[in-house]
């Protein structure tokens, strides 16, 4: 069983470009989070989705960022006209059941330049 | 809101020292608590878990957990660590009225010397 994946693992953006952070979540877990690690802080959360639907975003900064997980594919995080302090390491993790153990994802490093 | 204190930025041990790493959590309902543990260019992995239960709460490699619900408090311990627990260690929370997101501390960097 595959563990969750990330791609890609490292991304390098200018100013004013978009990022997309893809995540694929482990077999048979339908609860997918997002969360942002900058420099010297701990993981902040971003966003909760389940399959096609945004359950928590209370943590995602209201402009240039959103997120979705469709019925098929990865769950992709989207950053457009991305600025210098969107860098940071972006993790995702994914859980079999809300509130429970989340795995995480190796991490996207962003870089905007 | 929810917050999640850890005490120690960085710690550095020798081999076979004990260790304990304080977290503290601020949040008066039920909860559920985790330590991650995130190895040099690794991502993070769970150590241990507590959801209900016995309190003391057993992990892999050694690592055990105590959840004190009157302090707030679920702080790591390993009696003896080895060189490869060097690593960046994260307290986390799930409050259970609140969300199902992890609220993470800022973590602590363990450094082991042998």
């Known amino acids: 069983n595959a563990g969750v994946m990330q791609n890609p693992r490292h991304l390098v953006r200018r100013r004013g470009q978009e990022a997309r952070l893809r995540c694929s979540p482990m077999?048979?877990?339908?609860?997918v989070y997002w969360y942002r690690q900058l420099p010297e802080e701990g993981l902040k959360f971003m966003v909760y989705l389940q399959k096609e639907n945004i359950i928590d975003e209370s943590g995602m900064p209201k402009e240039r960022f959103s997120a979705e997980f469709p019925k098929e594919g990865p769950s992709i995080l989207r950053i457009q006209q991305v600025v210098r302090g969107d860098s940071a390491a972006y993790f995702c993790a994914s859980s079999p059941i809300p509130g429970g153990e989340q795995f995480f994802g190796p991490g996207t490093r962003l870089t905007v330049l | 809101a929810q917050s999640v204190s850890q005490h120690n930025h960085h710690v550095i041990l020798s081999e076979a020292a004990s260790l304990e790493l304080g977290c503290n959590y601020s949040y008066g309902g039920t909860v559920n608590l985790f330590w991650y543990v995130q190895y040099p260019g690794q991502h993070l992995q769970l150590l241990l878990k507590?959801?209900?239960?016995?309190?003391l709460v057993k992990g892999i490699k050694g690592f055990e957990a105590e959840f004190i619900k009157s302090k707030f408090s679920f702080n790591l311990r390993k009696p003896s660590v080895q060189w490869s627990d060097t690593a960046e260690y994260f307290c986390a929370v799930i409050g259970n009225q609140a969300g199902t997101a992890l609220i993470f501390g800022k973590g602590t960097t363990l450094s082991v010397s042998s």
């Open positions: 077999k048979g877990h339908s609860h």
């Open positions: 507590y959801f209900s239960g016995d309190p």
